[in-house]
């Protein structure tokens, strides 16, 4: 089995994607260099013909191109790793980037983890937002005392752009979004549903994904919406504490 797949996905960018392949690409390196196998995947979801045309350049012939119909992010992620073959799943948005060590630092921290008997998923330590707005996002470790699952009824402590094993994926498929309606964040959901199936987040020190802040962007609508996440047995008044047990377990 391949160590790693990056799963770019794009439905409607076309030159922002130059910084992000880039950051992909040095970043695909970096773990090659590290002796990890990395199958690298450009999933284009429903793509206007611009983003079609833009990605059938040459210079993106050493990733596969795979196109879907889904229209909806986690549903093509979903089918993305149905046809990845990477023990390891890397998700980065068209518009996006990964600082250059993310992946091997990733895989090397998962795989630390396995030998210790623990499943993990792994998140960078920052989430620096820009072009929209700037900000920057500290990421807390499970493990850490600053944690509390609590959080979980304002705010979403882990972004989707996370290093993930196959199998959480497999058995923890993102929801569909329902933005009308107003239920959304999908990385919300997955991020309870696997603390509650018993998988540790954590942060992995030095390393950086890099978030465009568009006012069009699924997160912008689903906030300006004032969605919400689906009511979840884990975040039940009497359930939502166990959240936290396997980072008081670690103590």
């Given at each position: 089995?391949?160590?790693?797949?990056?799963?770019?996905?794009?439905?409607?960018?076309?030159?922002?994607?130059?910084?992000?392949?880039?950051?992909?690409?040095?970043?695909?390196?970096?773990?090659?260099?590290?002796?990890?196998?990395?199958?690298?995947?450009?999933?284009?979801?429903?793509?206007?013909?611009?983003?079609?045309?833009?990605?059938?350049?040459?210079?993106?012939?050493?990733?596969?191109?795979?196109?879907?119909?889904?229209?909806?992010?986690?549903?093509?992620?979903?089918?993305?790793?149905?046809?990845?073959?990477?023990?390891?799943?890397?998700?980065?948005?068209?518009?996006?980037?990964?600082?250059?060590?993310?992946?091997?630092?990733?895989?090397?921290?998962?795989?630390s983890a396995e030998q210790e008997g623990r499943r993990v998923i792994a998140h960078p330590e920052l989430n620096v937002m820009f072009d929209g707005g700037n900000s920057v996002l500290v990421h807390i470790d499970q493990s850490s005392p600053l944690f509390t699952p609590h959080f979980a009824y304002l705010r979403n402590y882990h972004d989707s752009l996370c290093l993930t094993p196959r199998e959480a994926h497999v058995a923890i498929p993102y929801t569909s979004r329902d933005i009308p309606n107003g239920l959304s964040?999908?990385?919300?959901?997955?991020?309870?549903?696997?603390?509650?199936?018993?998988?540790?987040?954590?942060?992995?020190?030095?390393?950086?994904?890099?978030?465009?802040?568009?006012?069009?962007?699924?997160?912008?609508?689903?906030?300006?919406?004032?969605?919400?996440?689906?009511?979840?047995?884990?975040?039940?008044?009497?359930?939502?504490?166990?959240?936290?047990?396997?980072?008081?377990?670690?103590?």
């Amino acid at each position: 089995m391949t160590d790693l797949s990056v799963v770019v996905t794009a439905h409607s960018e076309t030159v922002v994607c130059g910084p992000t392949m880039r950051s992909a690409d040095l970043a695909v390196a970096a773990a090659r260099d590290r002796g990890y196998s990395v199958e690298t995947i450009i999933a284009l979801d429903g793509a206007t013909e611009e983003t079609k045309a833009y990605f059938a350049q040459s210079r993106f012939d050493h990733w596969q191109r795979w196109e879907f119909a889904e229209g909806d992010l986690g549903r093509v992620r979903n089918a993305a790793v149905g046809r990845s073959e990477g023990r390891y799943l890397a998700f980065l948005d068209a518009d996006d980037l990964f600082s250059e060590n993310w992946l091997a630092e990733g895989v090397g921290a998962l795989q630390s983890a396995e030998q210790e008997g623990r499943r993990v998923i792994a998140h960078p330590e920052l989430n620096v937002m820009f072009d929209g707005g700037n900000s920057v996002l500290v990421h807390i470790d499970q493990s850490s005392p600053l944690f509390t699952p609590h959080f979980a009824y304002l705010r979403n402590y882990h972004d989707s752009l996370c290093l993930t094993p196959r199998e959480a994926h497999v058995a923890i498929p993102y929801t569909s979004r329902d933005i009308p309606n107003g239920l959304s964040f999908q990385d919300w959901q997955f991020s309870i549903e696997t603390m509650a199936a018993g998988w540790e987040h954590v942060l992995v020190r030095d390393t950086i994904i890099f978030k465009r802040r568009r006012d069009t962007s699924l997160g912008q609508e689903s906030s300006n919406r004032r969605s919400i996440v689906r009511k979840l047995p884990a975040m039940a008044i009497d359930q939502v504490e166990h959240l936290a047990r396997i980072g008081r377990e670690r103590h």
